[in-house]
């Protein structure tokens, strides 16, 4: 005979992928992650270290970190390609996938014409 009470297996004490405050969530991903995803450099190392020189603004603010968090709306100021681009984010990356769906992470802002 089963016991009167079990455990039960959906407890919310053991669900799986419980958000962490530390770790990545639906509200925001690191920058050096969805710059790779979004396609700015080939190697995720390479947009780490394009964080690190302090190359890399968010919303106007430098940053040299590459574990900054990075939410939909903020604005990137990217050099790249001897060019400097500024997006702004539209969506957080699930994962790296082909160039159509990293294009669809970001917005591109016309630059103002003097």
């Not at 991903?29 to 700015?40: G, S, T």
């Not at 190697?43 to 394009?50: N, T």
């Not at 990217?78 to 994962?95: D, F, K, Q, Y």
């Amino acid at each position: 005979m089963p016991p009167a009470w079990s455990h039960p297996t959906t407890c919310s004490c053991r669900q799986r992928g419980a958000a962490i405050p530390d770790q990545e969530d639906r509200d925001w991903q690191r920058l050096d992650k969805w710059l790779w995803c979004a396609r700015f450099m080939r190697q995720r190392s390479d947009c780490a270290r394009l964080v690190a020189q302090g190359s890399i603004r968010i919303n106007r603010l430098p940053t040299e970190k590459a574990h900054a968090r990075l939410r939909v709306g903020d604005v990137l100021t990217v050099p790249v390609h001897g060019a400097v681009r500024v997006v702004r984010v539209a969506a957080l990356a699930a994962r790296r996938g082909p160039a159509q769906e990293a294009r669809a992470l970001y917005a591109e802002i016309a630059a103002a014409e003097p």
